[in-house]
């Protein structure tokens, strides 16, 4: 199963992602973990996406692609994989849906988590990253509405999106999730 997790910043997406890669034994391909782990590790990609991230800003396509590419060439991807925070520009959907044609490996589902923005700043403000303080956290959501919302449309066109309440505990969101995914489950 290939699916890709669409939501705002603070939506919950990181924790629900944990659970669907454990009940669907999935990949999990988060890009704002792998651009922290290398902005850690200090290699010129993590030097690079950093100066975005500390501002709130998407880091440009061309970096997300190679990081993504080689990823998802990974052995473990083969049984299944969550993209969790990627695609985020329509520039991403288009370059991933070219390179998922070419190894003839579609997606299976787009899952939106929907979540009402008040909410959102509270969650985040609640949260202690070194991106979630306040200015940049509005940068975030604003990154979000101008330039991956419009995904959501592009995914409906094709037939592939669910939009899931993501208001509620974390037991409640996580059902509703799975009474989407699994009829598409092997
Ligand atoms: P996240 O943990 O998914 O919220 O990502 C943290 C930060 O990493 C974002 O605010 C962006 O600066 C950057 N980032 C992560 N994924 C992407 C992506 N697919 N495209 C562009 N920037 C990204």
Same mark, same amino acid.
């Given at each position: 199963?290939?699916?890709?997790?669409? *939501? /705002?910043?603070?939506?919950?997406?990181?924790?629900?992602?944990?659970? =669907?890669?454990? $009940?669907?034994?999935?990949?999990? !391909?988060?890009?704002?973990?792998?651009?922290?782990?290398?902005?850690?590790?200090?290699?010129?990609?993590? $030097?690079?996406?950093?100066?975005?991230?500390?501002?709130?800003?998407?880091?440009?396509?061309? %970096?997300?692609?190679?990081?993504?590419?080689?990823?998802?060439?990974?052995?473990?991807?083969?049984?299944?994989?969550? @993209?969790?925070?990627?695609?985020?520009?329509?520039?991403?959907?288009?370059?991933?849906?070219?390179?998922?044609?070419? $190894?003839?490996? /579609?997606?299976?589902?787009?899952?939106? =988590?929907?979540?009402?923005?008040?909410?959102?700043?509270?969650?985040?403000? *609640?949260?202690?990253?070194?991106?979630?303080?306040?200015?940049?956290?509005?940068?975030?959501?604003?990154?979000?509405?101008?330039?991956?919302?419009?995904?959501?449309?592009?995914?409906?066109? $094709?037939?592939? @999106?669910?939009?899931?309440?993501? !208001?509620?505990?974390?037991?409640? %969101?996580?059902?509703?999730?799975?009474?989407?995914?699994? /009829?598409?489950?092997?």
């Amino acid at each position: 199963m290939r699916i890709v997790f669409i *939501g /705002p910043p603070g939506a919950g997406k990181g924790t629900q992602a944990e659970r =669907l890669i454990e $009940k669907y034994k999935l990949a999990h !391909l988060s890009t704002g973990d792998m651009l922290r782990a290398a902005r850690d590790a200090g290699t010129e990609i993590g $030097k690079k996406a950093e100066a975005f991230m500390s501002r709130g800003e998407l880091v440009p396509d061309d %970096v997300i692609m190679a990081i993504i590419a080689e990823r998802l060439a990974e052995p473990d991807c083969r049984g299944g994989y969550l @993209l969790d925070g990627f695609p985020r520009t329509i520039a991403q959907a288009e370059a991933l849906d070219a390179m998922l044609a070419k $190894k003839t490996t /579609p997606l299976d589902a787009v899952v939106e =988590l929907r979540v009402a923005e008040e909410e959102l700043f509270n969650r985040l403000a *609640g949260r202690g990253r070194a991106d979630d303080n306040p200015d940049v956290i509005r940068q975030r959501l604003v990154a979000y509405r101008r330039q991956t919302e419009p995904l959501l449309d592009y995914y409906a066109e $094709k037939g592939l @999106l669910e939009v899931v309440d993501g !208001l509620g505990t974390v037991e409640e %969101v996580f059902d509703r999730v799975t009474v989407v995914l699994d /009829p598409l489950a092997e």
